[in-house]
């Protein structure tokens, strides 16, 4: 890609590290563009900027930001300029939107309803289960899934929605050449594969740095329309992006747990102050007054699905889930057909497999 000066200028101070982006805002009052920082960038600034960001901007400038183009071209990257046409409209309204985003993949269209799921790393079973099912329905009624691809909650609303056959984007707070957390790597490649997109503000290379993920919580919120929280202690840096949220006027939900457990401390108390509850994605279409298309129902096994009054499996996991001894005893059933009416019933997407050699109903 060709980039004007003034492009180049852009990213140039983009991919500044994030300390030094105050100093740099400064600048650009002083100087009103990018390009002016660049065409006025002597000795005198660097007392101001200080020695070490004075010095990656001046390696840069000299290697007329090089390294980042080749790192961008190496991955398929892409960038987006705030202000130009393809930059994400919901984005450029949210106060301090990235001036330069950096882009793996595709964003959705414009006009797509999105909604943000977020959540604790440290998610329970029933956390990442209900984040899962409700990214699911949502995705499988047109809505893209927006999260943060970390550990917990947020894998599990991207996987959600790749499992529902819809579009998912991972915001990160690193750079795009980073693998962080390592082991969601191959969940990366499969949202870009699947036609979603995985979006930083910071440089190619930037580290995954603690200071980097609470800012980038604005874009989370920033590129949707509500935002769900499913689990996350009072106290959490997911705390951040709800307070984005309402900050850029989006819609909240929340949804409810356990009120002993830890994760249901922040759900409970944004419930209690009028966070919209949430227990499945119907709640978010009829809020959102989205009238999308309609859930696909596909069956892999047959087109007759047993009904719960029909079937003894079902019954017993009517109100909670069971282990495979508690089905023997609850069924009657021989070992041999329980374990194959088990398997027909996953597949037809009825129950779910949980730890513990536990099953436990879908619910639609």
Not at 338 to 347: D, P, Y
């Amino acid at each position: 890609m060709e980039y004007t000066k003034e492009q180049l200028a852009r990213i140039w101070l983009q991919c500044a590290p994030m300390s030094g982006w105050n100093k740099l805002a400064k600048l650009k009052e002083r100087f009103q563009s990018a390009q002016g920082i660049w065409d006025h960038f002597t000795p005198e600034l660097f007392h101001f900027l200080g020695e070490p960001l004075f010095a990656h901007l001046a390696d840069m400038r000299m290697l007329k930001c090089r390294p980042y183009l080749d790192m961008l071209d190496q991955i398929g990257g892409q960038t987006m300029f705030c202000g130009e046409e393809n930059y994400p409209a919901l984005l450029s309204q949210i106060s301090h939107p990235p001036d330069v985003l950096f882009i793996r993949g595709q964003l959705p269209p414009p006009d797509t309803p999105a909604m943000a799921i977020v959540g604790s790393r440290s998610s329970t079973r029933y956390g990442s289960t209900q984040a899962r099912r409700i990214a699911r329905e949502l995705a499988e009624r047109g809505v893209t899934i927006v999260s943060g691809l970390a550990r917990g909650i947020d894998a599990a609303a991207h996987l959600g929605a790749l499992e529902g056959g819809g579009r998912t984007v991972a915001v990160l707070g690193c750079g795009l050449m980073q693998q962080y957390p390592p082991e969601n790597k191959e969940l990366a490649q499969r949202i870009i594969q699947e036609g979603g997109a995985i979006v930083s503000e910071l440089a190619p290379d930037a580290q995954p740095l603690p200071h980097h993920f609470p800012v980038r919580n604005r874009i989370i919120s920033g590129l949707s329309h509500g935002v769900l929280l499913i689990e996350a202690r009072e106290k959490s840096g997911t705390h951040s992006t709800i307070q984005y949220a309402l900050d850029q006027g989006k819609e909240v939900f929340a949804l409810p747990g356990n009120v002993d457990a830890p994760g249901s401390e922040l759900p409970l108390k944004l419930l209690k102050e009028g966070a919209a509850l949430c227990t499945g994605a119907e709640d978010i279409l009829s809020l959102m007054n989205w009238k999308i298309r309609p859930p696909e129902q596909l069956s892999f096994v047959s087109d007759e699905c047993p009904k719960e009054e029909e079937d003894p499996i079902l019954r017993a996991l009517s109100l909670e889930e069971k282990n495979l001894e508690e089905l023997l005893q609850e069924t009657g059933l021989p070992i041999d057909a329980l374990s194959t009416q088990l398997t027909l019933l996953e597949l037809n997407g009825q129950i779910e497999r949980r730890a513990g050699r536990a099953f436990a109903r879908v619910r639609p």
